[in-house]
Structure formats: C-alpha cells, structure tokens
C-alpha cells in the first residue's frame, strides 16, 4: 500500500509495544521516518534499537499524561 510517507516525520505515542510498535513499523516500511514514544527510556531505546533496521528512528521517554512532559517531547530540537 502506498500512502505517500517517504521522509515525512510521524511521531506515535505509546509505541514501544502493540498497536503503536505495529504502527511504527507499517510507517517505516513506507518510507517515514518516526518517533518512538513511551513513558520508559529502556523501553524507548530499545525499540529504537530493534526497529532501526527498518528507517530511519528517533525515540523520546515522555509520558503524554504530564504537561512538562508533552513540552519535553514537543521541544525535539
């Protein structure tokens, strides 16, 4: 399926497992390049880790729940 993502950026929320993690890797398979998010630094690196085969991956621990966290995860720069 082609949905036209090669090089966009996409940040997902909650994907260092199950639907996130699937979602992630249906994104990178189509050419994006995407952000891992979940509330574990562990479980953020190592997503990143396994899934960097496949594209181009950054990861941040932030748990969307916090308002100084979100600023965290807004402010990648």
Avoid: H, P, Q, W
Avoid at 2 to 18: C, D, P, Q
Avoid at 19 to 36: D, N, P, Q, R, Y
Avoid at 47 to 64: C, H, N, P, R
């Amino acid at each position: 399926m082609e949905l036209n993502l090669k090089n966009k950026l996409v940040l997902i929320t909650g994907s260092t497992a199950g639907i996130g993690k699937g979602t992630a890797i249906s994104f990178l398979k189509e050419g994006a390049k995407v952000i891992i998010n979940g509330r574990s630094e562990e479980n953020v690196n190592a997503t990143v880790k396994e899934l960097s085969a496949l594209g181009t991956v950054y990861g941040i621990a932030a748990d969307v729940a916090d308002k100084a966290e979100c600023e965290k995860l807004l402010n990648l720069s």
